[in-house]
């Protein structure tokens, strides 16, 4: 006597696939962000690097100085680049952010964000290794 499939084994079976399909996207989803977050990360420590360099002149720079007026030009240079630095690095924050929360919303969205970004798309794949322009 052949045994009959319950008949709930085919909604079994495509329960099982969607859940195979959800975490395959976690998956990638995961692995993109981790690239993003080390590529980010690559980024900032660059940017530290610069932020010892610009002290360390400044330092340098204030021993050299031989007047109150070359004391006051290296420190307010000084603070000007810092100024221009932080601008640099809010932009930068808030880019990073928006990648990220690209990232996440796409796999939900992705038909929705390819049809509304299709102009802006090549100019947040394309983000520089080095932002650091000092």
């Given at each position: 006597m052949a045994q009959e499939e319950p008949a709930n084994s085919s909604k079994n079976e495509g329960?099982?696939?969607?859940?195979?399909?959800f975490g395959e996207m976690g998956v990638g989803?995961?692995?993109e962000l981790l690239q993003a977050y080390q590529r980010l990360s690559r980024i900032w420590l660059e940017?530290?690097?610069?932020?010892?360099?610009?002290?360390?002149?400044l330092v340098s720079d204030c021993a050299a100085s031989k007047s109150e007026a070359e004391f006051i030009k290296a420190y307010t240079d000084h603070l000007s680049r810092q100024f221009r630095m932080s601008a640099e690095d809010g932009r930068a924050i808030f880019s990073d952010y928006q990648e990220i929360a690209r990232k996440i919303a796409r796999?939900?969205?992705?038909?929705e964000h390819a049809i509304h970004d299709s102009g802006h798309e090549a100019e947040h794949d394309e983000v520089p290794e080095s932002r650091i322009t000092h």
């Open positions: 329960a099982f696939l969607a859940f195979l399909s989803l995961q692995k940017r530290l690097q610069v932020e010892v360099a610009l002290w360390t002149r796999p939900d969205t992705e038909d």
